[in-house]
């Protein structure tokens, strides 16, 4: 039977993490995972952005029974949100959701992306997990910015570099919101989800939160292959796990 590059690559990934010991380590070294990864246990979510998409996701995440604060520039507008979602949601500032959080989920312009960085960064090295759902769109982020963006490996990479000590895992990049809600808990095969990243507790706990709101996950790889999950990309739109995978077994 001929080897499937890509599954080879996800099966050495797995071993090489799960053999080496690694994620034990990282579970020794940061304690506040363990309660973050227990099956069951609502986890506080932060969303840093509360249009269309970030709208959307969390509220996915209430439904699904976790305490979810949204934030933006304007807390006040976002009041009607949250209290049609229920007590589960809140609103605030973004320094009180990214304070409210055990996972934070950053769905914003890209270009206030590298602003998130110097008001927050150290707050957000000491999450579990960082969900980045933004994309480098030139039409609204500008040309020079997206350019600057790709000649230093695309969103993920640079996402990493403005929020150092982050543990981000991309996810989302490329489902529009308004299909959000309609395709989650699809019956039968559920819709798949690339994400990629570096750390493996802050993928472990993604993947969980993915499921928990109809979605499964696929690991595609590092953030690296961060540059690949956005819009008019072969990954992008509505895809099935295994198209996922296949798609992803011919992307470098």
Known sequence: MASDP???HARRDF???AGSGLAVLALAARPD???AQTAGAPLKIGMVGAGREGGALGALFVKA???VMFSSRNPEGLKGLAAGLGPLAQAGTVE???AFGDVVVIAIPYAAMEQIGKDHAAAL???V???DVSNPIARRDGEDLVKRVNEQGGAGLVTAKWLPGAHIVRAFNAIGSRRLGEIAHRPGEPVGVPI???DPTAIAVAQRLIREIGFEPVLVGGLVMGRHLVPGTPLGGEHTPAEIRQIAGGLR
């Open 6 to 8: 890509f599954a080879d």
């Open 15 to 17: 071993m090489r993490i």
């Open 33 to 35: 995972i363990t309660l």
């Open 65 to 67: 029974g976790h305490p």
């Open 96 to 98: 009180r959701a990214i």
């Open 125 to 127: 090295a000491k999450k």
């Open 129 to 131: 997990l960082v969900i």
């Open 196 to 198: 990629a990243g570096d």
